[in-house]
């Protein structure tokens, strides 16, 4: 009876021991047999790939680090463990862990800005220099983040958003700019229109359409009626914050193309400081939509400059500075200006702004940025 | 018998621990170090550009650029030198001296806040830049910081700790 007992349980460790045997050769058989890996779309970054191995590199540590994020990487089925991670963490009720609040009706919010007046002052103080100097008319658009905007729609016991006191702050110290203030309007609206993604933490167009007539209700000019333009809507678009969260069965968004009547003649140029430099005759890069990231179907996504010519339209020429919010406000500021100059600091810093916007006969200045960017953007310190 | 073989494990562990280096950057935990007047920041600047690899145009700018670029205090009155890439690549290169009010330690802070704020920028703007972010150099030694992303930052590190030595 006892040998019984013993064989029994002798063939239940062995066949405990082989299991666990057998599933870390698995992995390995597959780490080996899977090619390796060098971008990650859902997560929009690249991965790393086996570190170069010399004597210096592993003497000092670099090897082993390298090593370690290139097995994080590279791991098999990674993609199912980073979603079983994250979806484990939303069941323990940690939200927010990863820098994501998952809010009710799908929206996935990033974190508030944190408050920073030294920061924002200098920036502003920058941003005033310009304007002043440039002495044309000058307006400043600060974007409001969609978790600021759908408070309600936010996890209980999430940090409390304080982009209403920073763009407050922002038009206080910006004296040499007209604000255009868009927390009121995007309130009004909110319920009838969806203003930002659920799954990017960017405005959809109809958010940047209702920014476009605030704009212009400020500069005092009409702007494009709604019903003049000609919506396209394409399907599975997955943002940045669905990119972070890792919540892989989360349902996509709809991004919008909206197609204004005055735009048969349009020219788009948009280029980069080492030269490169392509011109089309449409604002919407559709290449991007067969790809995973589909924002940059706008304007081709973040380049140094942009320039969008229309010479149907009735005014004049305006200076975009922008992080990429401005992106998808610029086709519907193309229907009102000939000429929109959009310039992203952040890419643009050897060359002289002031020189782009005396090429262009730039009557018009307009700052589109981010609460976070105005607040966080160290690339003002370019902008002359 | 298990005790034991427990016992050695944990010693292995605890010895194993001592004997990692996972720091990407080399951390300073000196005292505040007054950086000697008779070193020229600029000419050492100099002497590690001209070893460094880069795959854009990277040219030198007033060095009151990277307090801009860098959010030191606006109070800083350290020397640095600044090089910058054109911006189609993250290469740059940023040597800075501490001061009394702006140690080595906050300006390897705000070096480290400059590296992830350029990872972010450039992750959708260039992505197979993002690399030379990731093992960007920053280097402290005797109260001078360097700040380095060039197209080879493996040798660049051996080429700074060198010029430094």
């Known amino acids: 009876m006892t040998s019984s007992v013993q064989k029994s349980e002798v063939r239940r460790n062995t066949a405990v021991s082989a299991f666990f045997c057998a599933l870390l050769a698995a992995v390995l058989l597959c780490f080996v047999a899977i090619p390796d890996s060098d971008f990650s779309d859902v997560e929009k970054r690249k991965l790393s790939l086996f570190p170069e191995l010399t004597l210096s590199a592993v003497t000092n540590g670099r090897f082993e680090d390298a090593l370690e994020v290139y097995l994080q990487d590279q791991f098999p089925a990674r993609k199912a463990f980073v979603g079983i991670g994250s979806y484990f963490d939303a069941l323990l009720q940690r939200n927010g862990v990863d820098g994501i609040y998952h809010g009710t009706d799908g929206y996935l919010f990033n974190e508030p800005v944190t408050q920073d007046d030294a920061k924002l002052s200098r920036n502003i103080a920058l941003l005033n220099s310009f304007a002043k100097s440039s002495g044309v008319d000058a307006y400043l658009m600060t974007v409001p983040s969609a978790g600021y905007v759908l408070s309600e729609c936010l996890p209980v016991g999430s940090r409390t958003y304080r982009d209403g006191e920073i763009i407050e702050r922002a038009a206080d110290l910006a004296d040499a700019f007209c604000s255009v203030e868009l927390c009121s309007a995007f309130s009004q609206s909110k319920s009838a229109s969806q203003l930002y993604y659920k799954t990017d933490h960017h405005w959809t167009s109809a958010g940047a359409y209702i920014a476009y007539s605030e704009f212009a209700k400020n500069a005092d000019f009409l702007p494009a009626s709604r019903e003049s333009f000609t919506v396209e809507s394409v399907d599975s678009f997955y943002g940045t914050t669905y990119s972070k969260a890792a919540l892989w069965f989360k349902k996509p968004d709809t991004l919008e193309l909206w197609q204004g009547a005055i735009g048969k003649n349009v020219s788009v140029t948009v280029g980069d400081l080492d030269g490169k430099k392509k011109t089309t005759d449409d604002m919407f890069f559709r290449e991007h939509l067969t790809q995973y990231d589909m924002y940059p179907v706008y304007l081709d996504g973040n380049h140094a400059y942009t320039v969008i010519t229309n010479p149907d339209a009735a005014g004049g020429s305006l200076l975009m500075l922008k992080d990429s919010f401005g992106n998808s406000i610029a086709p519907f500021l193309a229907q009102s200006f000939k000429t929109v100059v959009m310039v992203d600091l952040r890419h643009y810093r050897t060359q002289p702004v002031s020189s782009l916007a005396e090429e262009y006969g730039v009557d018009t200045l307009l700052a589109v940025y981010s609460t976070d960017d105005i607040v966080n953007d160290a690339n003002f310190t370019w902008l002359k | ?165």
């Open chain 2, 1 to 165: 018998m298990k005790k034991l073989f427990c016992l050695i494990i944990c010693s292995a562990l605890l010895i194993c621990a001592g004997c990692s280096d996972s720091a990407k950057v080399e951390e300073s935990t000196a005292a505040p170090v007054t950086v000697s007047p008779s070193i020229d920041i600029e000419a050492l600047a100099q002497e590690i550009y001209d070893g460094l690899k880069f795959d854009d145009t990277v040219t030198n700018v007033p060095g009151s650029s990277a307090i801009g670029s860098y959010f030191l205090p606006e109070s800083y009155t350290g020397r640095c030198a600044y090089y910058i890439s054109t911006a189609a690549t993250p290469e740059e290169l940023a040597v800075f001296e501490s001061t009394a009010d702006c140690s080595a330690e906050a300006l390897m802070l705000a070096a480290r806040e400059r590296i992830t704020s350029q990872s972010e920028s450039y992750a959708s703007y260039a992505a197979k830049e993002v690399p030379k972010l990731d093992s960007a150099i920053i280097y402290e030694c005797d109260g001078i910081v360097v700040v380095c992303v060039s197209a080879d930052n493996e040798s660049a590190e051996q080429h700074i700790k060198s010029c430094l030595a």
